[in-house]
T-cell receptor, first 113, second 114 residues
Framework: DAKTTQPNSMESNEEEPVHLPCNHSTISGTDYIHWYRQLPSQGPEYVIHGLTSNVNNRMASLAIAEDRKSSTLILHRATLRDAAVYYCILRGPLSTGGFKTIFGAGTRLFVKA | ETGVTQSPTHLIKTRGQQVTLRCSSQSGHNTVSWYQQALGQGPQFIFQYYREEENGRGNFPPRFSGLQFPNYSSELNVNALELDDSALYLC?????????????FGSGTRLTVV
C-alpha cells in the first residue's frame, strides 16, 4: 500500500492561512489523494480529495504537485475550530485493494488565538 | 440527510467476552467500512462490506467479523476479547464504491476491555 508522510504537528495563528504538506512519493497513477480531519472525541471528517488537478471546496483547497508525489491542504483562514488532526491518505482502485484507505499518524494542527 | 450512527457510544467488557457493535450507514450509502483507532494513533482498517459481502480486510485476526444487512447497516463482532482490543471503533459509509468518493464516519464506539 502506498504510504504518506506528514509532519507530526504544525502551529498557526488564527485568521492566517495554513499549508499542511503531505508526501506520497510512491503514489500510483490511479491513486486519489484524500484529506480527512479528526476533531477531539469525533470520527474523521472528509475534507477534500483530488487526482491530478487542484481542487477547491467550501472547507479548503488541495494543491497537487505536477509529479503527484506531494500535495498540500490549504486552509485559507484558520479558526480555532480548525484545530484537529489532519490525515492525508491515498485511495486506489478496488483491483489493487485501494479501498483499505490506510491512515497514517496525521498532522496535529494547533491554532493560536 | 442523516449521517452515520453508531451504537453504543461506550462499552466496557471483560477479557474473553464477545462484543457486537452496530452501525447505521448514511442514507443512500451502500458501502460500510470498519476501523480500529487506538489512543493517539490513526484509524486502522479492519474490513469493508459492499452489498452484504466482505470485499476487503486489513491485518486483523478472524475473531473480528462482521455483517452487512439489506438496509446497508452493519455489525462488527469481536470474539475472545483481549486487553489490546480496547480502542475507538469507527464505522464509515460511502456510495458508490470507489476511490473517487469520500467516506462519512460515525463518532465511534469506545470499547474498554478489562
Amino acid at each position: 500500500d502506498a504510504k504518506t508522510t506528514q509532519p507530526n504537528s504544525m502551529e498557526s495563528n488564527e485568521e492566517e492561512p495554513v499549508h499542511l504538506p503531505c508526501n506520497h512519493s510512491t503514489i500510483s497513477g490511479t491513486d486519489y489523494i484524500h484529506w480527512y480531519r479528526q476533531l477531539p472525541s469525533q470520527g474523521p471528517e472528509y475534507v477534500i480529495h483530488g487526482l491530478t488537478s487542484n481542487v477547491n471546496n467550501r472547507m479548503a483547497s488541495l494543491a497537487i504537485a505536477e509529479d503527484r508525489k506531494s500535495s498540500t491542504l490549504i486552509l485559507h483562514r484558520a479558526t480555532l475550530r480548525d484545530a484537529a488532526v489532519y490525515y492525508c491518505i491515498l485511495r486506489g482502485p478496488l483491483s489493487t485493494g485501494g479501498f483499505k484507505t490506510i491512515f497514517g499518524a496525521g498532522t496535529r494542527l494547533f491554532v493560536k488565538a | 440527510e442523516t449521517g452515520v450512527t453508531q451504537s453504543p457510544t461506550h462499552l466496557i467488557k471483560t477479557r474473553g467476552q464477545q462484543v457486537t457493535l452496530r452501525c447505521s450507514s448514511q442514507s443512500g450509502h451502500n458501502t460500510v467500512s470498519w476501523y480500529q483507532q487506538a489512543l493517539g494513533q490513526g484509524p486502522q482498517f479492519i474490513f469493508q462490506y459492499y452489498r452484504e459481502e466482505e470485499n476487503g480486510r486489513g491485518n486483523f485476526p478472524p475473531r473480528f467479523s462482521g455483517l452487512q444487512f439489506p438496509n446497508y447497516s452493519s455489525e462488527l463482532n469481536v470474539n475472545a476479547l483481549e486487553l489490546d482490543d480496547s480502542a475507538l471503533y469507527l464505522c464509515a459509509s460511502s456510495s458508490p464504491i470507489g476511490q473517487d468518493y469520500g467516506y462519512t464516519f460515525g463518532s465511534g464506539t469506545r470499547l474498554t476491555v478489562v
